[in-house]
């Protein structure tokens, strides 16, 4: 069994650690070798791994890819097999290896075919998927890391999750009423178009202005932009900006090293930063906190995002 809870890394330095593992699946030629296929998963979501455990079905389970469920410690815990979620089929020639996640506030357990090691690795060196690969790997793909040896798939876990237990997605909450006189104006960077998306039309039924980037490094280079303009004419940059909402994990540049970048910037600091992740825990929460963010929200809580940004930006007014 490998335990993981103590591999945390300082954050803002912009790098990450996978826990790389391997599907081995049936050859698509008779006679070949079996084909394996390598993933990686951010090691802040990984609790431990452990061989496979006794399982017990679960009833009214509506995807194939849920083999059911077993008892960790007294907690009962979903088991996913990835190489059906992925529609592939994996060869048997070890026995298979069990990576228990948490992230969201959930624990599920996903089957592989065996684990390898941990890279520690740079945002820089994540590529996001082209088209092909995601449409290969049903959209579970976040992101490609090019090894010398071979290319690490880095796995979407949060929308497997959320596709298998529709209660775990993000939603609007329609009941929510808004001070139809809020005109502020947001910058978010979140590397998913479905999150991006969800997020400004939450803010936007709060009286926001929404502007959008798909990563840090996007939104670091758009707000040097807008201290540009800030500069040329004469205004404070609040007048551009009043709030930033960042995702953790992206291509690039993370949440974390975008959050250190503006703190650390003395015509950026005063603008109120929200990270909106789904490594918001008890655990990681410090690691924001050392950064700098001005609040933290775990991605379910939606409905809280346009609220609190609010507070943020009357309280830094005040």
Not at 105 to 119: E, K, Q, W
Not at 222 to 232: C, F, G, H, N, V
Request: charge should be negative; glycine fraction near 4%; hydrophobic fraction near 40%.
């Amino acid at each position: 069994m490998v335990k993981t809870t103590d591999i945390l890394l300082e954050a803002g330095t912009n790098e990450l650690e996978i826990v790389e593992f391997y599907i081995e699946e049936e050859p698509k030629v008779e006679g070949e070798a079996p084909y394996k296929a390598y993933y990686g998963v951010n090691v802040a979501k990984v609790l431990e791994i452990i061989r496979m455990p006794e399982v017990t079905e679960m009833p009214e389970v509506s995807h194939e890819a849920v083999l059911g469920a077993f008892n960790l410690r007294s907690r009962i815990i979903p088991l996913i097999d990835l190489c059906r979620w992925l529609k592939k089929k994996r060869v048997e020639h070890e026995p298979p290896k069990v990576i228990v996640t948490e992230f969201n506030g959930v624990t599920s357990a996903f089957m592989v075919s065996g684990v390898t090691r941990i890279h520690r690795i740079s945002w820089e060196d994540v590529e996001a998927p082209n088209k092909y690969v995601s449409a290969l790997s049903s959209d579970s793909i976040t992101g490609v890391v090019k090894f010398n040896k071979r290319i690490v798939f880095i796995l979407d876990l949060e929308r497997i999750v959320a596709e298998l237990n529709p209660e775990m997605r993000l939603k609007l909450d329609d009941n929510m009423t808004w001070d139809s006189t809020t005109k502020y104006r947001a910058l978010i960077a979140d590397d998913s178009p479905l999150i991006r998306e969800m997020i400004r039309d939450m803010l936007r039924q709060a009286g926001f202005q929404v502007e959008k980037t798909n990563n840090g490094k996007e939104c670091w280079d758009r707000l040097q932009a807008i201290k540009a303009t800030a500069r040329e004419e004469g205004e404070p940059i609040t007048n551009y900006v009043q709030v930033i909402v960042s995702d953790i994990e992206m291509p690039m540049m993370d949440g974390h090293n975008l959050t250190k970048r503006i703190k650390e910037d003395p015509e950026l600091r005063d603008i109120p930063v929200i990270l909106f992740s789904s490594l918001i825990t008890d655990k990681l929460r410090h690691k924001g906190e050392s950064v700098g963010a001005d609040d933290q929200i775990s991605k379910p809580e939606i409905t809280q995002l346009a609220m609190r940004a609010v507070s943020l930006i009357r309280g830094s007014e005040d």
